[in-house]
């Protein structure tokens, strides 16, 4: 089981808003091959930061609470957020999938003057 979701996001104050979603034996299928690199850190591993790639274009299923089927195609960061979620059910966390370790650091040394907490 995972859970998600925000309706403002402070720091990332260009994304739309997620739903609310408590997402139960989550499946994940890549709607096709185009990855994009972002920006990702994780309560898992406080003050870091990495450059992470991620599928762009998701189909997710999986159940709520109550038992009632989710079905979702979505794209971008609600697609980052359901990947690096569900990668924590597998015991991945983000820093395993950075390809480039030069852009895996410590926050403040990233991002020099960014209120920048952790996610």
Known sequence: MV????EVN???????????????NPVLTALDETEDEGWEGCLSVPGM????????NLHYTGLDPAGKSIDRTVSD???????????????????????????FG????????????DD
Request: net charge negative; no cysteine.
């Open 77 to 103: 960061f609600h697609a980052r957020v359901v990947q690096h979620e569900v990668d924590h059910l597998d015991g991945i966390l983000y820093p395993r999938r950075i390809r480039d370790l030069t852009q």
């Open 3 to 6: 859970i998600f979701g925000f």
């Open 10 to 24: 402070p720091r990332y104050p260009e994304a739309d808003p997620l739903p609310f979603t408590v997402l139960i």
């Open 106 to 117: 410590f926050t403040d040394a990233l991002f020099p003057g960014e209120d920048l907490t």
């Open 49 to 56: 930061r990495g450059l992470v790639p991620r599928y762009r």
